[in-house]
């Protein structure tokens, strides 16, 4: 960044916010409310790259924002969307409902006006958590309310265009043979098998047949009912090949990211709002997916879907927005199992925001510290909080079952790691607790060691594991490292990169007592 002109607080937020506002004074559009958009799938349970589509849209309003203008998130949950299978852990009863729109279909739990309902309100809740503000927005509302009812007629108006663009940009040609509108069959309230072929632009209806269609490799079957829809009130939605743009139209909205699985669909709907609804579409960003561990995209259907209230009951809610805000580009693979490390570089990024820890790079530091402003969503804590490594807090959960929030805090009291109890460090124990109960084993931290390093540890494991009473293990370690030409302050500190992932920890013998010395022994083993 030397030798560049620094945006706002340096980050890639920034930047975006800031190509935005440029394109936006080029076009030469008001200025007065820029709206920013997420949409939201409520056919599956919504997972963390749902949640990181509105967050990552949520930070590009604060950066406007923070620019001088006004700004806000539309959060829109496509709840006309039909359901096309049934999402893993659910109940079979849903079958009779494939192809409903999801807001028609009964909540199989009970708890919420529909299925739609049920999904998008876990997406909800966790934007509530991590503290993201936004205004929501429910297709079914839209429809029903006649907003999109002006785009929706142009859009048919100019059906037989867009069906030979939709060919021509991606290949696909049933558009050609019926219109980007699927009515909802008011016979079996169906979505995809009302095909509609017909427009009368005078009474703004469509003319539509019910009939059997493949959906996820499903045959859906129609039920035959041949019948006229209403746009501006039957219910009825756009095809997604066109409904962004018409989306975009009806509720000015000036940016909105995508993830590259939908590119095809973005870049009609793009020319759809330029050429047909004569509306500059969105400043966009594209990002990657998120991958499961084993590479597999994460997905509502195959169950390995990592949701923001399960992270929620490991982790803080600033780590899923360190997470979500350190970058956007790139495929990430993502699991439970990041967010010690998380956790522990949140920390670091608060000792350089606080100048605990000096950075010489200047673009770094920007950068560092504009990250951490974004992750406390621009209203920063006016000091730092105590710092209690989660990786600590792992093992001596693992040690304490019973009593274990004022055993632990006891121990930390012990080792001089904390001066005082605070609620904030007794809800660490309580998510560091629920990670140690679910998870055993923690990712093996990476650590290069010398052969003299290695014969130390080696020496030190035999020790460890001696039926015989070790009166000071401080000690042991500490002639362990001399007797082997090792600084012990190295031993000391590779000790603590593999039992707690960092370089320093509390007094390591007495800490290694609590542990347990075999078990430590066993740890060490690996390295050896």
């Known amino acids: 960044m030397s030798g560049q002109e620094i945006l706002g607080k340096g980050t890639w937020i920034d930047k975006l916010a800031s190509e935005l506002l440029q394109r936006e004074k080029t076009l030469g559009r008001s200025m007065d409310l820029l709206r920013v958009e997420s949409g939201l799938g409520a056919s599956g349970v919504p997972h963390i790259g749902s949640l990181g589509d509105a967050v990552r849209a949520y930070g590009v309003k604060l950066a406007l924002e ?87 007629h142009t859009i048919l108006l100019n059906s037989a ?21 699927f009515p909802v069959c008011a016979n079996c309230n169906r979505l995809y098998t009302a095909e509609a072929t017909e ?38 939605k756009l095809a997604w090949k066109v409904e962004f743009a018409a989306r975009w139209s009806a509720f000015d909205i000036r940016f909105e990211a995508y993830g590259k699985d939908i590119m095809d669909s973005v870049k009609v709907n793009d020319w759809v709002a330029d050429e047909i609804l004569q509306f500059p579409h969105p400043h966009h960003v594209k990002y990657e997916m998120f991958l499961d561990k084993g590479g597999k995209k994460i997905s509502k259907s195959l169950g390995n879907v990592i949701t923001a209230q399960k992270w929620l009951e490991l982790g803080t809610p600033k780590s899923i927005l360190l997470l979500l805000y350190k970058r956007i580009t790139g495929a990430r693979e993502l699991g439970f199992e ?31 510290k504009g990250l951490y402003e974004y992750v406390n ?15 600590l807090l792992m093992e001596l959960t693992k040690i304490f079952k019973e009593n274990r929030d004022e055993r632990v805090m006891k121990k930390l009291l012990d ?29 093996k ?45 190295d031993f000391f500190k590779i000790l603590y990169q593999i039992i707690l992932g960092t370089s320093r920890g509390p007094k390591i013998g007495p800490f290694i007592s609590d542990i347990g010395r075999k078990q430590v022994a066993k740890k060490l083993s690996e390295y050896t």
């Open 415 to 443: 080792y001089g790691v904390i001066k005082n109890p605070e609620p904030e460090i007794e809800e660490l124990i309580r998510l560091a607790g629920n990670f140690s109960d679910e998870f055993d084993q923690q990712e």
């Open 445 to 489: 931290t990476q650590v290069n060691l010398q052969n003299n390093e290695k014969k130390a540890l080696k020496i030190l494991v035999d020790a460890l594991n001696t039926d015989e009473k070790l009166e000071d293990i401080q000690n042991t370690i500490y002639q362990t490292a001399k007797s082997n030409d090792v600084e012990p302050k």
């Open 161 to 181: 265009k867009i069906g030979e663009k939709i060919s021509e940009l991606v290949g696909q040609e049933k558009f050609q043979r019926y219109l980007p509108y």
């Open 338 to 368: 990041d967010i010690p490390s998380l956790i522990t570089e949140y920390n670091e990024l608060e000792d350089i925001y606080f100048g605990r820890i000096k950075v010489d790079n200047q673009a770094k530091l920007t950068k560092s």
């Open 66 to 152: 923070n620019f001088g203008y006004k700004s806000e998130l539309i959060a829109y949950s496509d709840d006309l969307d039909g359901l096309r299978k049934i999402p893993e852990g659910f109940p079979d009863s849903l079958k009779e409902h494939l192809a409903k729109p999801v807001s028609l279909i009964p909540d199989p739990y009970g708890c919420h006006d529909s299925y739609g309902m049920h999904m998008s309100s876990i997406l909800l809740d966790g934007l509530d958590k991590v503290g993201v503000k936004f205004e929501f927005r429910r297709a079914v509302d839209t429809y029903k309310h006649g907003l999109l009812k002006e785009q929706i």
């Open 377 to 391: 969503l621009l209203n920063p804590p006016k000091q730092p909080s105590t710092h209690v490594n989660y990786r």
């Open 199 to 236: 427009y009368i632009a005078g009474e703004r209806k469509v003319k539509y047949r019910c009939h059997d269609t493949e959906i996820s490799s499903k045959i859906i079957k129609g039920c035959g009912h041949e019948g006229e829809a209403d746009i501006t009130k039957d219910l009825g």
